[in-house]
């Protein structure tokens, strides 16, 4: 059993002082505020580590690539399928360790991988069908993080159900049911993975036909894992859905029966009012990833009348142009106060909420997100004397001044995987070329 002492901590919303954490086999056994102890004394402001819904790690190759071509998600969507068009399992496993090194040095110690990638140019299989999948599981491995693998389902190029396009074809299984046998398979393989667990997704309306989104919710339901789905990203999609269709993607999603109390929608960035309605009453909650969000220009998301639906918001670093949650966070806040032109929309610990517990709930990994007894002990230590944080004396405070930067030390499961900012195993920032960085120039 160790007991480590912090002489503040972010503890049930709010920044206290004097706080130890005690804890044995990677649980935390007891969290004490404002008492003595004879606990280990270390620096810093403890707090539960942040959980990263949603996250396409290839994307991080293109990170500051893009901005001089201008254009709009669309042609930004043609550079990625290169840089997809460049991955194999192994250097796909270099890469994604990369980001996950990264993001742990964030402070996140969970990670939604949203993954597509599935099968080799030309769409033809691997003698291992699910080689890329588990190349990400090893990933996470190498890197220590816990890893929600949520394989996409994804068949058709729009939403009329057109085939896939070439740079698309390694994208899919050719139908729901080969999609669904290879998910069996994978949660087979990944089974007996204590840092892994499965999730399933239709990657959107435009890349799952209509009569096929029941059987993808048939999948989730018969392996009681959660399913996610990328939802009215863009104006486009709302418009192609309607013409095809006659009504929204969210209630096409809801009339298919994909969202419900085990579903995640990913951006809701353009919704109606009906929408929100029908999402709050399906149970599913939101995955916002306003840095993402706006390096995209996809919109302004309302945030603001989804948490008055009561729908529980989540957070997710996208495509990694930037991997900090404080900046996700807030990113909440401020995104509404550019939609609404008001102040203090959210409060902090709601903010805070998003970046941990409900991120928790939505990855299906409900032991962490917190601090509290019985929970996985998962935590990370903040600097307090840094440039940031000098002075801080709230939550308020600590949530709209700190950065990834901030983070000094990362504990997963009792064990420290960052130390004085440096991961323990040894990735270093170089793995992220992963030998691609010529794809996006």
Known sequence: MRRLRFPAGLVAGKLVRDVTIEYDAGLITAVVVGEPTDGTALSGIVAASFVNVHSHAFHRVLRGKTHAQGGDFWSWRDLM????????????????????????????????????????????????????????AKAAGDAGIRLTLID????????????????????????????????????????????????????????????????????????????HVHVSEQPAENEACLA?????????????????????????????????????????????????????????????????????????TDSNAVVDMFEEARGIELHDRLRTGKRGVHGAASLLDAATRHGATALDWPEIGSL??????????????????????????????ATRNDVTDVYVGGTQTVAHGRHYGGILPETLGGGLAAVAE
């Open 81 to 136: 399928y290169r840089v997809a068009g460049e991955l194999y399992p192994e250097t796909y496993r270099r890469l994604a360790a990369g980001v996950f090194a990264e993001m742990l040095g964030a402070g996140i110690t969970a990670v939604g991988e949203f993954h597509y990638l599935h099968h080799a140019m030309g769409g033809q299989g691997y003698s291992d069908p699910n080689a890329m999948a588990l190349s990400l």
């Open 152 to 227: 996409a389902c994804y068949l058709s190029s729009d939403v009329k159900g057109s085939p896939l396009r070439p740079e698309q074809s390694r994208f899919g299984d050719g139908s729901a049911a080969a999609w669904a046998d290879r998910v069996r398979d994978l949660a087979a393989a990944v089974a007996d993975e204590p840092h892994v667990r499965l999730g399933v997704a239709a990657h959107s309306v435009r890349a799952v036909p209509a009569k096929d989104l029941p059987s993808i919710r048939g999948v989730a339901d018969e392996l009681d894992v959660p399913i």
């Open 244 to 316: 095809e269709h006659g009504i929204t993607p969210v209630e096409l999603l809801v009339e298919t029966g994909v969202l419900g109390p085990r579903s995640t929608a990913i951006h809701a960035t353009h919704l109606t009012d009906r929408d929100i309605e029908l999402v709050a009453a399906s149970g599913a909650g939101v995955c916002l990833c306003p840095t993402t969000e706006r390096d995209l220009a996809d919109g302004l998301g309302r945030a603001e009348d989804l948490v008055a639906g009561g729908i529980p918001l989540s957070l997710g």
């Open 372 to 401: 509290q007894p019985g929970n996985a002990a998962d935590f990370i230590v903040l600097d307090p004397g840094s440039f940031a944080l000098t002075g801080a004396d709230s939550l308020d405070a600590v949530l709209f001044a």
